[in-house]
């Protein structure tokens, strides 16, 4: 699913839904989205930081369309790889049991070294 705004892709379970008066349905994967469309009635065709607009800057610049997707994927692709690391440093950080439980044994063992050292 993708945000109605910036065009981002969001993950399952933490868009924010509003559906107007008539039935549209408009999709945001943050607050800032949902404020800039909504609250403030801009378009992101005119916001920098949305995929309309980097859509509508390739044609004007007169890029042509293969070039602005493989742009676009490159961009995707490194945001999916940032995701990844995060998701990897959460897991070295302890957020499975197995991983503080072995933390915990070895910090138990250079206690116990430096104990023997001494």
């Known amino acids: 699913m993708e945000c109605s ?4 892709d969001i993950e399952r379970g933490t868009e924010t839904i509003f ?5 549209k349905v408009f999709y945001f994967c943050s607050s800032k989205c949902e404020k ?3 609250k403030l009635g801009r378009k992101p065709r005119k916001i920098k930081w949305t995929e309309a607009y980097r859509a ?3 044609t004007r610049l007169g ?6 997707k493989e742009e676009e994927r490159k961009r ?3 945001e999916e790889e940032k995701k990844e690391e995060e998701r990897k ?3 070295r950080r302890g957020t499975s049991k197995e991983v503080t439980k072995e933390a915990k044994k070895e910090s138990k063992k250079k206690k116990e070294t430096k ?3 001494k």
């Open 5 to 8: 705004f910036c065009g981002r």
């Open 19 to 23: 559906v107007t008066k008539k039935g």
């Open 36 to 38: 800039n469309l909504l």
């Open 56 to 58: 509508e800057k390739a």
């Open 63 to 68: 890029m042509a369309a293969k070039e602005a």
């Open 76 to 78: 995707k692709k490194e």
């Open 89 to 91: 440093r959460k897991k």
């Open 115 to 117: 104990k023997k050292k």
